[in-house]
């Protein structure tokens, strides 16, 4: 339990309650008696945008009186679409492991099939897009060649003065024939979140069972505290996220002395009390003592209660246009969850040339250097000229 656990309002619609009931571990084991109220419709997109459809399918499968077969159906569809992609990715990611391996390319799966494995002990159970793979910053040349000569494209994004290693944290590259998506990391996250070297995450990396070739993927405590800081870098706008925490927290013998020393390190212990409030609030996520003092905290709290309204409001945070209000509201969440530390690198790199510069104002490559000089001015004219539009 969560000692002097603060008052957070998490008042919700009956589909997102019901949906909780669902997910909650203690109550696998009650019969489910839905509100006969309930909006099926919004249920199954609730679902769906959460990422739960797997989980969901196999709690109701087996009540035919209490949800409507339509409802059942939409969800053994997700469900056996997700297992099709899931076992096309873990074909992918086997035969991409052993060519790096060939080309002594050191990779750790950050997610996917191993990760879903690894927590509910099958593949099927989580759902994917994608294969996120960690590889060093200097090998990112060699992985990019062998992702070309096995028939990958790369996402052509404009950049300036190579900003994309400043202002992010990996390429995606898509296979048009396989449909397989697979984003190269070189970072856990971008700057200025602290991240652990590569030699450090490989030195207590486990190996997958998953396909008789292994994978290598992070260990416990690692694997935990990037998926606490992915979540909290989206606002947790999809359960999911928190379900990983609470399935993780539940199913895996955690060091939480070692976990509790890297999220200090890593300069992530607030983000950690974040993690576990809202996780404990919405699935009663069981916390070790030896964390209660970095999540009954103030800061803690703050950022909890302000993901609330991403996770209640069914938003798409990076993947469609918001209104400016939450786009508004989302910049400064992501302000507020940065130490004082790193907001003052956040605003050093910020002063770093955009695309958006060149966009505003060309100069020939080489006269680039002055959108130093002018990115303030060049910044300021946007948001004028946005201002005047709305």
């Known amino acids: 339990m969560i000692d002097k656990q603060p008052i ?3 008042s919700q619609s009956k589909e997102l309650d019901f949906l909780l009931t669902l997910l909650r571990e203690e109550n696998k084991s009650e019969e489910i008696i839905p509100s006969k109220e309930i909006n099926w419709s919004y249920f199954l997109e609730l679902v769906k945008h959460h990422r739960v459809c797997p989980l969901v399918y196999l709690r109701l499968k087996d009540t035919p009186d209490a949800v409507p077969s339509n409802v059942i159906e939409a969800l053994f569809q997700e469900y056996k679409k997700n297992t099709f992609k899931m076992l096309q990715l873990t074909g992918e990611m086997e035969s991409l492991d052993k060519v790096f391996q060939e080309n002594d390319i050191e990779t750790l799966c950050l997610k996917g099939p191993p990760v879903a494995y690894d927590l509910f002990g099958d593949i099927s159970l989580r759902m994917s897009k994608d294969l996120d793979i960690l590889v060093r910053e200097e090998e990112l040349e060699r992985t990019e060649s062998t992702l070309f000569s096995l028939g990958y494209e790369k996402e052509e994004i404009s950049t300036v003065l190579n900003e994309k290693k400043w202002r992010s944290h990996h390429i995606v590259y898509y296979h048009p024939n396989k449909k397989v998506q697979v984003e190269v ?40 505290l990037y998926l606490i800081s992915h979540g909290a870098r989206h606002g947790w706008f999809r359960l999911r996220w928190l379900k990983d925490i609470d399935q993780m927290v539940r199913n895996k013998d955690i060091n939480y002395v070692h976990f509790k020393k890297l999220a200090i390190k890593h300069q992530q212990k607030n983000l950690v009390g974040q993690a576990f409030q809202l996780a404990h609030l919405f699935f009663q996520t069981p916390v070790h003592e030896e964390l209660q003092g970095i999540i009954n905290t103030k800061a803690a709290n703050q950022l909890a209660e302000k993901a609330i309204p991403f996770i209640k409001e069914m938003v798409q945070l990076h993947v469609h246009s918001q209104t400016k209000s939450l786009e508004k509201s989302y ?26 510069d060149e966009r505003t104002f060309r100069l020939p490559k080489s006269l680039y250097f002055l959108y130093f000089l002018l990115r303030p001015f060049l910044w300021s004219w946007r948001k004028l000229k946005k201002s005047v539009l709305f």
């Open 185 to 224: 990391h070189w970072r856990l996250h971008p700057r200025p979140i602290k991240r652990a070297s590569f030699e450090e995450l490989w030195s207590r990396k486990r190996e997958s069972q998953v396909t008789k070739h292994p994978i290598s993927f992070m260990g416990k405590e690692d694997l935990l």
């Open 8 to 10: 957070i309002d998490i």
């Open 331 to 356: 910049k400064n969440y992501l302000f507020s969850m940065k130490t004082k530390r790193q907001k003052c690198k956040f605003l050093i790199i910020s002063f770093y040339p955009s695309s958006a």
